[in-house]
């Protein structure tokens, strides 16, 4: 079954330490992946699509890559401003599955 | 510029009674089309997508339906709502922008 999991589920950090979120893909024929941000009672903000293996996306302080089965979300000197939950999705086909998201909390 | 317009915001609607949110999207044509639901504290769930006028592709076989009758509109509907189908529904279009809507917040009690 084709899935779409994201790690780990929720993530807590001080200001000012990097650290990175996962999506894991398992479906075939991907024709792009893409990040959101999304904050409480707000629709899905999109923040970048990689549609290749080896590609990579920054903005500000975030930095997207991919591979032939997962993306990294790598958040550098994070602020709590970049609290929020981060979302991937996968298009195949003309299917976007979302994964479940990654919680981050930062505090200063 | 390219918009996605959602309503209503919030809806509150009791149980067996019947549904229809729309969404419309402005600035472009042809849009790949799709309608998510998200109880709270959880993922997007994909419910509907449709490449065109009166094409629509289902995820769920439950008592939710779609409908595109327009290029750029696309309409959730239900006969009879369940407490299950509360939660936040979004539309979204898979275009140069990856936009969503704003979405509605859905209650049945």
């Known amino acids: 079954e084709d899935q779409v999991t994201q790690s780990p589920e929720a993530l807590r950090l001080q200001e000012g330490e990097s650290s990175s979120l996962n999506c894991s893909y398992t479906?075939?024929?991907?024709?792009?992946l893409f990040w959101y941000r999304q904050d409480p009672g707000k629709g899905p903000e999109f923040l970048f699509t990689?549609?290749?293996a080896g590609e990579e996306k920054e903005k500000e302080r975030l930095k997207a890559t991919l591979t032939k089965k997962e993306s990294f979300l790598h958040i550098t000197a994070p602020k709590p401003e970049d609290s929020a939950t981060y979302l991937c999705?996968?298009?195949?086909?003309?299917?976007?599955?979302f994964g479940a998201g990654t919680i981050l909390r930062v505090k200063s | 510029s390219q918009t996605i317009h959602q309503w209503p915001a919030t809806l509150v609607q009791p149980v067996g009674s019947p549904l229809s949110l729309e969404c419309t999207v402005e600035?472009?044509?042809?849009?790949?089309l799709y309608w998510y639901r998200q109880a709270a504290g959880r993922g997007l769930q994909l419910l509907f997508y449709s490449v065109g006028i009166g094409q629509i592709s289902s995820e769920v076989p439950q008592n939710l339906s779609a409908s595109r009758p327009q290029d750029r509109q696309f309409i959730l509907s239900s006969k009879k709502l369940l407490l299950s189908d509360s939660g936040f529904y979004l539309c979204?279009?898979?275009?140069?922008?990856?936009?969503f809507g704003p979405g509605t917040r859905l209650t049945v009690l």
């Open positions: 600035g472009t044509s042809n849009p790949n």
């Open positions: 999705a996968v298009l195949y086909g003309n299917k976007l599955v």
């Open positions: 990689l549609y290749s």
């Open positions: 479906v075939s024929g991907l024709r792009g």
């Open positions: 979204a279009w898979l275009g140069q922008g990856k936009f």
